[in-house]
C-alpha cells in the first residue's frame, strides 16, 4: 500500500461528537501513520464563541496521528467554503485526500478501506470518489466483492484524488441550460429523487451544499464512486444543535449497521458498472416515498 492519505477533519461548535469522532478515528489501523488536518471554523454569532474556544483547548489536546495541523477560521466560513477550501488547500501539497466532518464515527478498518481503494483506483479516470458509508445493502448470491459503484456520491467520510478535485466547476456555471432541461432532470434523479431539487435550492441560496455541487459535477461527466458493502461510517450527528441534519426521523431513514468486522483486507470490482440490484437498494433512502415517510414520522411520531 502507498503511504497513507492525509485526512481532513472539519469541525464547527459541537464538543460531545467530536470526540466520539477523534477517539473511533485514533482506533484506527492507519492512524498512527495518517497526517491530520483539522479545520476549526469561525463563529456564526457572538453566543457561539464560547463553544468554539471549548473545541480549539481540545483540538490541541488531540494525539494519535503521525503529524497534527490545526487550522482556525477567525469568522464563519460555513460548512460548503470550509470544505471546499480546505480541501483544495491541502491538495496543493498532495494527490488524494480522506474527508471527515465531526459527527462521524468511524469503524476500525475505516482507513484501511479508504486508503486501499484509492490506491487500487487510482489510475481509473472513471472513479471520482470513494465513499465510507452505504445505506443497508443486502448482496446477491455469489457476489464475492467487498464494493458496489454508484453514480452519486456521498459526503459522510469520503475520499477523492486532487485530479478529481481541481476540475470542479463550483460555481454550476451551465445550470441555466440544466435546469430547462427536463430530460437531464429526470436522469440526474435516477441517483435518488432529490438531486435536480438540492440543486435548485442550492443555486437559489436556499442552502449552503459543496456536496450537490459535488454530485452534478459527477453526473455531468458520467463519474463514478467507490461504496463499501458494509458501511464504515456511523452519522452521530442527527441531534439538537445540529447545523446540517435533522433529528431522529432521519436516523432511522439513513440508519446503516456499521462494519465490526475489523477485516483490512478488501476484493475490489475491476469492472466499473452500475448494478440493478445494488442500485434498487441504495436510493431507497433518497426515494419521494421514503423522505414523505419519515418528514411524517418525524412531525407525528409516527
Known sequence: MNNPAPILLFTYKRLEPLIITIEALKKNNLASESDLFIFSDGPKKKEDESSIDEIRMFLKTIDGFKRIEI?????NQGLANSIIGGVTKVMKRYNKVIVLEDDLKTSTNFLDFMNKSLDYYENNKKIMSI???TPPIVTPEGYTYDNYFTQ???SWGWATYKSQWEKVDWSVSGYNDFKKNFKAKRKFNKMGSDMAFMLSK???KAIDSWAIRWCYHQFK???YTVFPISSKIDN????EGATHTKGNSEILRFASPIDNSKYSEFNFKDVIVLDSSFIKQ???PYSMKTR???KLKGIFGL
Do not use: H, T
Not at 452521530?236 to 441531534?239: L, M, Q, S, T, Y
Open 202 to 204: 442550492q443555486m437559489n
Open 292 to 294: 414523505i415517510k419519515y
Open 282 to 284: 441504495f436510493v431507497v
Open 71 to 75: 487550522i482556525e477560521s477567525p469568522y
Open 221 to 223: 461527466n458520467d463519474l
Open 131 to 133: 465513499s465510507g458509508y
Open 236 to 239: 452521530i450527528g442527527f441531534a
Open 152 to 154: 452519486r456520491a456521498s
